[in-house]
């Protein structure tokens, strides 16, 4: 699809419209991401805009960006950080009609997934996002702003939930009335959060927050990590919440869209390599409580994503696009799936953990 936008955009960079084309891109459920190419300079850059109702504050996503950049820059220059490119002007976006937009570097010769067929691409990937929370472990996280506040809060996420519950029509209500049982039913998986919440050795990281599987580019021909991307969310977090988002897009080879649940399994393999690639980087950087969450990072991410497509169903489906009625319910039903799969696998996704620590 090509697509004509206001030149206003592309002059604040530098391009004009009649040798530029643009392209939608990329399968996020937030932002408009186009591929830009341009004679100009026969080069290919992201163009994206910023979704202003999901990101309140826009400028807490730039300065956050900005402030990691500088430091990566000035202590790991060779770290691939695909920062915004700033405006002829200098700014790091461009504000034109209360829309917000930006642009990246385009990365070439990459690719990223919806789903892996490899396990190298998952320890690929675990490793890059292992990385750059290795690259900023000095980083004093109270310099960043929470972009999303309460984002990954797992309390506040099932308050949501439970407010949409009682907010909800009779009809909505019916028809997930499976799926809200079963949230209902691991509320414990709040209180277990909770209980660690606030642990002396259980810090701070500066966290990616959207570490799935399509935000990572690995090369296209030998899947060796190349960068991460998607920095909206980049703010102060626990480990819990990138290790636990690999663990919901890595182990199973369907993406949260796939309804038949019969095919929702997870991979050993896969989850073998996700946390060897993580702890490849990180090992020695987590605490003894840290250690002790690494399988319920997943369980942990599992469940909110669950509780977050559950509630936006219940809401009327406000927050995630769908292409029919039903579909954030049938996300919740796959995520609730997965989570049931950590489950049963417990013991030996132990098993694997503890010999990847050793
Ligand atoms: C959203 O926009 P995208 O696809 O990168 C969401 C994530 C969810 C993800 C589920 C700001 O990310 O938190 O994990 O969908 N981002 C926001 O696919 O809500
Ligand atoms: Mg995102």
Redesign the pocket.
């Known amino acids: 699809m090509e697509l004509n936008i206001d030149e206003d955009i592309l002059k604040a960079y530098g391009f004009t419209l009649n040798i530029t084309t643009l392209q939608q891109v990329g399968s996020?459920?937030?932002?408009r991401t186009y591929l830009l190419s341009t004679l100009q300079n026969n080069k290919q850059y992201i163009l994206q805009n910023i979704n202003v109702h999901?990101f309140k504050d826009p400028f807490a996503i730039a300065n956050n960006i900005k402030a990691v950049a500088d430091y990566l820059k000035a202590n790991n220059p060779d770290y691939l950080f695909p920062a915004p490119i700033p405006t002829l002007d200098g700014h790091l976006m461009f504000a034109h009609n209360g829309d917000y937009w930006r642009l990246l570097p385009f990365v070439a010769n990459t690719m990223a997934f919806d789903t892996l067929s490899d396990p190298k691409q998952a320890y690929e990937a675990a490793k890059q996002f292992g990385k750059l929370s290795r690259l900023l472990n000095n980083f004093d996280t109270e310099v960043l702003q929470p972009t999303?506040p309460g984002f990954h809060d797992l309390a506040w996420r099932y308050e949501q939930f439970t407010f949409a519950l009682s907010q909800t029509s009779t009809e909505l209500k019916l028809k997930a009335s499976h799926e809200i049982e079963t949230a209902l039913r691991h509320h414990f998986i709040v209180d277990y959060y909770k209980s660690y919440e606030h642990r002396k050795d259980f810090p701070n990281r500066v966290m990616h927050h959207?570490t799935?599987i399509s935000?990572v580019l690995l090369d296209e021909t030998d899947y060796h990590g190349i960068c991460v991307i998607?920095l909206?969310?980049l703010m102060p977090g626990k480990f819990i919440s990138d290790l636990g988002?690999m663990m919901r897009t890595y182990l199973c080879a369907y993406a949260?869209n796939e309804i038949d649940l019969a095919k929702i399994k997870i991979r050993l393999p896969y989850f073998k390599a996700t946390v060897e690639g993580y702890l490849s980087e990180m090992a020695d950087m987590l605490t003894p409580t840290e250690q002790e969450l690494i399988l319920f990072s997943g369980k942990y991410i599992v469940y909110m994503?669950a509780l977050r497509f559950l509630t936006d169903y219940l809401n009327g489906s406000i927050y995630?696009p769908i292409s029919y009625p039903t579909q954030n319910l049938d996300r919740a039903k796959n995520q609730l799936k997965l989570l049931n799969e950590l489950f049963e696998n417990e013991k030996i996704l132990q098993d694997i953990i503890e010999e990847c620590l050793a």
């Open positions: 996020g459920h937030i932002n999901v999303i959207d799935k935000n998607d909206d969310t988002d949260e994503q995630y």
